[in-house]
């Protein structure tokens, strides 16, 4: 596995009551690769039994799109690290979407949009009503491999993977054009 040349920047918010609680971006390369994840909780580090992420298993009358492997690749690795595969839900896929296309249309990178609105209000917004929810975003990353290893080598994005709170997900994925065809990548979490 060759190691992933980007820097990483990660936010936990504690969102119930919209503190964040820390920030970071360690120094990196120049690559137009980034990630930026938004779990609910603090929880402790999570052990992992395996860094490596299992292949995606195509459906078998059809290649999946982009999001659905990384839904595959997600829940294939929660499996493989002992915690229960994720709901597909279309609330979530409708937010993870819509936000998706917003960053790569506007130009942006963040979990805050310019309307000031956050990834629970864009869920709440699509429909979905949980008590709890986390955001991973990236852009840069070309194959929905690439991007998922870059999530799990980090640990925010890690912990939204695998943490058990969250039972339903839903993923956005768009090309930009004005950004000279960057992928933008989301990851929407959440339990009702």
């Known amino acids: 596995m060759s190691p992933i040349k980007c820097p990483l920047f990660f936010c936990t918010v504690l969102a119930m009551i919209n503190t964040i609680i820390s920030c970071g971006s360690p120094v990196g390369t120049s690559s137009e690769q980034r990630e930026s994840s938004t779990p609910l909780t603090t929880a402790s580090p999570l052990p992992q039994n395996s860094t490596k992420i299992p292949s995606a298993t195509p459906a078998p009358s059809a290649s999946p799109t982009f999001a659905e ?54 869920m709440a917004a699509a429909g979905y009503n949980g008590w709890t929810w986390g955001e991973n975003i990236a852009y840069g990353y070309n194959t929905p491999d690439q ?5 799990i080598n980090s640990s925010g994005h890690r912990a ?33």
């Open 160 to 192: 939204n993977i695998l943490s058990k709170n969250y039972k339903d997900i839903g993923i956005g994925y768009t090309v930009s054009n004005k950004a000279g065809n960057t992928a933008y990548w989301v990851q929407d979490f959440g339990a009702n």
């Open 69 to 122: 492997q990384v839904f595959t690749l997600t829940n294939a690795y929660r499996l493989a690290n002992g915690a229960e595969p994720l709901l597909l839900n279309s609330e979530l896929n409708a937010a993870a979407q819509a936000f998706a296309e917003s960053m790569a249309t506007l130009q942006f990178f963040d979990h805050t949009a310019p309307d000031g609105s956050t990834p629970g209000d864009r």
């Open 147 to 151: 991007v998922m290893k870059g999530w």
